[in-house]
């Protein structure tokens, strides 16, 4: 598959430094109806949110629930 | 865990983690009591809306909503005069949700209170509870300053329907901010006394067409004939918001009398009062409105298409 040559943002960002995933929350990927939110692991054991997939249909509950407000959906001009 | 339902430890295991020394795993351990739905979480969870962390304080008061009783009740109250705005928002909203008229026995001591948001948060909080002691306090509040705390006052007299309020709904009716006079309007639909009546027709003249929409609206509830002649003035109005609902309040009375100055209103450029129209004329089955609705057989609007075959196929049966 070829990998994409330009620097792209996804509409899903998390504030590594607040999410509390290590902590065991879940909220933001349990809430997504498009299921497109995973927990990643990095080598030292750290977890974070992220975004797997970019289906992101902006219904915003990722950010709204998460406890520490380390999720940040970045509306489009358009849907703002 | 993953399982797809999930077991829970002993409340008291998973109230643990609201004693470890990072706000992190306290927000963890306030949504797994949340999760457990077990009211033994409710002191622990009363016990972390005082947490030093606000981000621990705002989950426990969101985490509340999903409990009830006097003891949620009084940890959300205590909330209400917390240092973050967000936790206050978290608790207000969450007092909305409760549902045990005795949760009321928490909320009612703070009915006199004069704090502008602590008043309309524990007014909001016992309107659904329906408690008859927060008929006192909430006509009180119908004097206070902020037009927040008057429709909340007003929303607490409406749920209580009780007869006896009619004059301070009627007084509210009158209000100086437009809301409180909507909510006042919709208020009185409960009661069917002439003075209530006599209200809603007053409010049809209204200088702002969002209470002269409620008005036309609550009319119909009173199910008296009598409101037939204000309603038919009100298809005049300037704002087609206002002349729907009286549309839908005369199909409601049977106003067959108003069928054909009805049917003329399908040529208002307006698909939603199109549609209301057909559907009244179909209830309201008067022949002579036929020729109005096949007219608009093919209306662009499917709505307006469907209701208009069904009010000529109710029409012809």
Redesign the interface.
Known sequence: MPLAQTATTVPVTVNDDLC?A????T?CVDVCPLDVLRIAESEDGSKTAYMKYDECWYCMPCEADC???AVTVNLPYLLK | MSALFEEFDDIADLAEGLDDADPGTRIMAVIDLADSADPAAIPYLARAIADADAGVRKQAAQALTDFDGPETAAALVSALTDSDPAVIAAAATSLTELKDPAAGDAILPHLGDTDETKLSACLAGIKELRRPEAMAPATAALAHAAPGVRIQAVGVIGWLQDEAALPALQGAAADADVQVRRTAIAALGFSKSQAARTALIAALSDPEWIVREAAAETLAKSGDASCIAALRNALEDEYWQVRLKAVRSLGKLGAAEAALQIAPMMDIPVPNLRKECAAVLGELAVVETVPFLEKYADDTDPDVRKNVRWALGRIAA
């Open positions: 509390i290590d902590k065991g929350c909220v406890p520490t407000g």
